[in-house]
Each structure stands twice: as C-alpha cells, then as structure tokens.
C-alpha cells in the first residue's frame, strides 16, 4: 500500500518537474558564463589486500571553480578481486598543473565513504589521495594515470593505488545565482 | 604485486580493460551529438552535502555522510535524490537512498527547512527490512548568496524493521539555476 502511494507521488513529481520551468529573462542571459568540467571513466588497482589484487572500476566528476582548482566527486565499485559488493563514494578537491600543450599534473585528495564485501573497513570513512599525469589525445578526450593511497582510518585496511583510464573535458553553461 | 599472477590471467584482465576502455571511448563520443536549435529554461536546484547521525538497534550509533539533490517546484516546495553512506561505526557498507518532498522557507534572517523522505537502507550487516521513512526539521541561514548551512532534527523509521530513532544532521548547500531545454 505504502509502497503504491509512494510510487504514485513520484510519478506525479517527475510529470510536473517540466512545469517548475522558468524561461531565461533577458538580464539573465547577460550573466550566463561557461565552467569548466571533466568526467573520469577510471579502473583503480588496490595492490595490497588480504586476498591479493582487487579492482574497482567508476567515475569521477571534476567542477572547476578556479582555472586550475576543482571540487570533484566519485563513485567506485569493485570488479574484480573476491570483493564483489564492496563501493565507495567520495568527494574532496583537486587541482591542475598544466606542464605542457599535451600533459597536464593533477592531484586530487577526496574523502568518503566506503565498504562492503568484507573488507575491514571500520565505519567507512575513507581518505584517497592521487597524483599523476594526464595526456591530452585529443583537445576534449585525455588519457590519466596516477599513483595514489586508501585508508580506511576506522579500519584496518589501507593500500597503494594505480589509477588509469579516459576522461572528458567540457564547458557547461552556468547562470550564477544572484 | 598485480603483475605477478598467470600469462592466461593478464590477457584475460587486459581483454577486460580494453573493453571497458572501448565503452567509455563510445560513450565520450556520443556526447558530442547535439541539436543546434533549442530554447533555454531555469529551474532554481540545490546541492547538498550533508553529516547525519542516529541510533540503531542497541543504542549502537552510527553516522552517515552523503549528498542530495533538490529541485524546486515552486519557490519553496522541492523533491529530489539522495544518498548516504556510513562514515564511523561499525558499519561500513551500510547505505541508504531514496527520494524526499519537502520545504524551503525564508523567515527573516533564518531558513526553515522541512522534509520528508522515503527510500531503502541497509548493508554493514546492521538491518534485514529496508525500507524507511525519515522526517526532518531544520534552522539555517544564508553564508552568501548562493551557499546556506542548515542544522536539523528528526525521526527516522524502518517501517517494517525494530530501527527508529531521532536524528541530528548538518548540511552545507549551494543554490544554482539549473540550465534546460523542453522536449
């Protein structure tokens, strides 16, 4: 019954979200601005845990407030390794060095929370940090690889990270809210 | 240590990645695909990062830290998306999710912030029936224009589960207009 009711007020939500639409005033399209965004499609190797190499695979989302700086967020889950159920959510900031045209140094330190498929993970709070480099393929598409460390402080586990993947870099068009 | 296991094995992981690499390269691509014609519209959003904390089962506590998503119908009222997962505890791997109707309300100097969500819970080993219900009050204030900070008080339930208990959270907001178009 309860769950017919809730169900029922969702799909009237979502059915009236398009009338919350407010057209754009011709002030307002005086102060659109673009910033600046990258999204990570990444495969993370934890090389020291109790049962051998595990891997998770996810994405992180970089919003950049300054040229080089940005708030970042991440959602990982395990691949491979006996640690099927295990996840991890995460946010924290991060910031560029460009080094040349194609490379660009980026490190990142993120804070969450984390667990499941047995490992000993406490409470969950989980600390990662990552450095490394970035190389630019293409001016929209850039290959990462970085050395990073986890660590669950409430718990017992902790190991050395190797990160690659692909990311996307892109511009959204923002209407600061005055 | 990931380099030592078996030649049959590391093709057989590369093959994996490559695959995986492929998928996030069409994924990348499509994205570039877009109608040149459209019509810009707003809608007033709120992004939130919030701490909680309440009792389980035992006067065990437990605290969780997540974010949520708000999207305003009017100027007040909003529903959206959340998500939680522990932070200390004993519980890691214990999540919630769900989605909330609540309000949002300007009274002088302060912020007046109601809610109601309804979503799923569990994991950590901590509850067999999942579902729960969790209203809130909260008292706020605006940082600058666009951030605000909120302190609430609540009571969460598991409906078909012995969990209830009051909760204390604290979440920290930014207001953004939120760029679309119809259709």
Redesign the interface.
């Known amino acids: 019954m309860i769950k017919t009711f809730m169900g029922c007020c969702l799909v009237l939500l979502l059915s009236i979200q398009s009338v919350a639409l407010e057209p754009l005033f011709e002030d307002d399209t005086t102060l659109l601005k673009k910033q600046k965004t990258v999204e990570h499609v990444l495969f993370e190797m934890y090389t020291d845990t109790d049962q051998g190499a595990a891997s998770v695979f996810g994405y992180y989302f970089d919003l950049f407030f300054k040229p080089n700086a940005y708030f970042t967020t991440s959602i990982f889950g395990a691949v491979g390794g006996e640690r099927g159920g295990y996840g991890i959510a995460a946010f924290g900031f991060g910031y560029q060095v460009p080094l040349t045209d194609r490379l660009i140094w980026d490190s990142r330190l993120v804070t969450g929370s984390g667990g499941g498929g047995g490992l000993a993970a406490g409470g969950g709070f989980a600390i990662e940090g990552h450095t490394g480099i970035a190389c630019r393929l293409t001016p929209s598409l850039l290959f990462d690889f970085k050395l990073g460390y986890l660590t669950f402080p409430t718990g017992e586990f902790s190991t050395p990270v190797v990160q690659f993947g692909l990311s996307h870099q892109s511009y959204k068009v923002v209407l600061p809210f005055l | 240590?990931?380099l030592s296991?078996s030649s049959k094995g590391w093709t057989t992981?590369m093959g994996?990645?490559c695959n995986?690499?492929a998928f996030?390269?069409l994924?990348?691509s499509s994205?570039?695909i877009a109608d040149d014609s459209f019509?810009?519209?707003?809608?007033?959003q709120v992004l939130t990062?919030e701490w909680k904390t309440y009792e389980l089962e035992n006067n065990e506590v437990?605290?969780?830290?997540?974010?949520k998503s708000r999207?305003?119908?009017?100027d007040t009222i909003y529903?959206g998306e959340a998500?939680?997962?522990?932070?200390?505890?004993?519980?890691?791997?214990?999540l919630e999710g769900g989605?909330f109707?609540g309000n949002l309300q300007t009274v002088g100097p302060c912020l007046l912030d109601s809610r109601l969500f309804?979503g799923a819970g569990g994991?950590?080993g901590a509850t067999k029936d999942g579902?729960l219900i969790h209203a809130t009050v909260g008292i706020g204030a605006h940082v600058n224009?666009?951030f605000f900070s909120v302190f609430e008080l609540g009571y969460l339930k598991f409906?078909q589960g012995n969990i209830e208990s009051i909760t204390m959270g604290f979440t920290i907001n930014r207001?953004?207009?939120k760029?679309?178009t119809?259709g």
Not at chain 2, 62 to 67: K, T, V
Not at chain 2, 83 to 94: D, E, F, N, V
């Open positions: 240590m990931f296991i992981t994996f990645r995986l690499i996030a390269l994924m990348f994205s570039v019509v810009l519209f707003k809608q007033k990062l437990i605290a969780l830290y997540g974010g999207k305003f119908l009017t529903w998500g939680y997962g522990a932070l200390s505890g004993k519980r890691s791997g214990y989605v109707l309804f994991g950590g579902m224009t666009s409906i207001l953004f207009w760029l679309t119809r």
